[in-house]
């Protein structure tokens, strides 16, 4: 009973996570929720028995995904708006 | 007009995935007889510790029964990372000094990356050296070590991997794979075969070919990601190159 209990806040945590990547302008922020997204996926993973998947997941999405984005964002913009303003609306002129 | 051909695709296209989905019996044992195997899970289950003697039936799985496949998925890794390095190769002006950070860490940051490289590392090559005993693999060992490396990348900025090393390693892993496949090829007549006696179960070398393999795509995986990360982590910042 405790496990479903774990589980389904695991779940609930997984979905805000996902939902607050999706709005958030921020691109930081954005990233770093899908980091959660993968610690939480990890946790489901193993619990569902599939631990060779859940290793993959922590070194993969939690650490490598998320640096990877992380150095674009360097390069690149932080924010969203002004991202879309600096490039994309550059040729619709 | 379109719109409605369109309405119609989707229909056909749901109705095609419900009824696949029905045919599926959700909650049963879909393992099958373990004696007498006519399932293919009920077949790897009984022959992975049996015939192979492998613990792990996935790696004996990935390995051992599909190990041309994972051949292909090495492959694609491969081409993953030629093809990045071939966008992203810049050549070097001479007066130009590769800033990789910005900012020093703090020594709070340092010193604990100085701890952490070496455990992480013994980590995964505990893991790809065990895949055929406990869960993880080749990919996993060697994602766990170029999270390591990638560590050290990101603290230190005289920490350089050796890029020719690297480039080298990389490469004789992947052909020590394929010469490994070719031996199994020409002695015993099939691609892959297992061409040394698999052992007792649960011993460090056993599982026939599994942990040799897992050796050298461990290696392969773990210096074509820390490639990549080097190569993302010298780009300049602001410079569109």
Do not use: C
Not at chain 1, 66 to 81: A, V
Request: proline share 2%; glycine share 8%.
């Amino acid at each position: 009973m405790a496990l479903i209990l774990f589980l389904i806040i695991m779940a609930l945590i997984l979905i805000a996570a996902a939902i607050f990547a999706v709005m958030q302008k921020d691109l930081l922020f954005a990233v770093l929720a899908t980091g959660i997204i993968s610690v939480v996926l990890s946790v489901f993973f193993y619990v569902l028995q599939a631990p060779d998947v859940a290793i993959t997941e922590a070194a993969i999405g939690i650490a490598l995904t998320t640096i990877i984005f992380i150095i674009t964002i360097r390069n690149t913009s932080r924010n969203e708006d002004e991202y879309t303003e600096n490039h994309i609306n550059k040729f619709d002129k | 007009m379109k719109r409605y051909i369109i309405f119609l695709f989707i229909a056909v296209l749901g109705w095609t995935l419900a009824q696949t989905f029905r045919a599926i019996p959700f909650g049963a044992d879909r393992r099958g007889n373990l004696d007498q195997p006519d399932r293919v899970a009920a077949f790897y289950l009984k022959e992975s510790p049996e015939t192979l003697q492998t613990a792990n039936s996935i790696t004996a799985i990935v390995v051992n029964f599909r190990g041309f496949d994972t051949l292909g998925e090495v492959t694609v890794l491969f081409l993953a990372a030629t093809g990045l390095a071939s966008i992203l190769y810049r050549k070097e002006e001479d007066d130009e000094t590769e800033e990789r950070i910005t900012l020093i860490s703090s020594s709070l940051v340092r010193t604990g990356a100085k701890i952490l490289f070496p455990l992480i590392l013994l980590l995964g090559i505990y893991v790809f050296i065990h895949g055929h005993l406990t869960p993880g693999g080749g990919f996993q060992g060697g994602a766990i070590i170029a999270t390591g490396f990638l560590l050290m990348l990101i603290t230190y900025k005289r920490f350089d991997t050796n890029h020719n090393l690297m480039v080298w390693l990389e490469s004789l892993a992947g052909l020590a794979f394929v010469a490994t496949g070719l031996y199994g090829l020409f002695t015993y007549g099939s691609f892959l075969q297992n061409t040394h006696s698999v052992g007792t179960l649960n011993d460090l070398i056993s599982g026939g070919l599994i942990p040799l393999i897992y050796i050298f795509i461990g290696i392969k995986v773990g210096t074509e990601l820390t490639n990549i990360l080097d190569i993302l982590l010298k780009i300049k910042p602001g410079k569109q190159s």
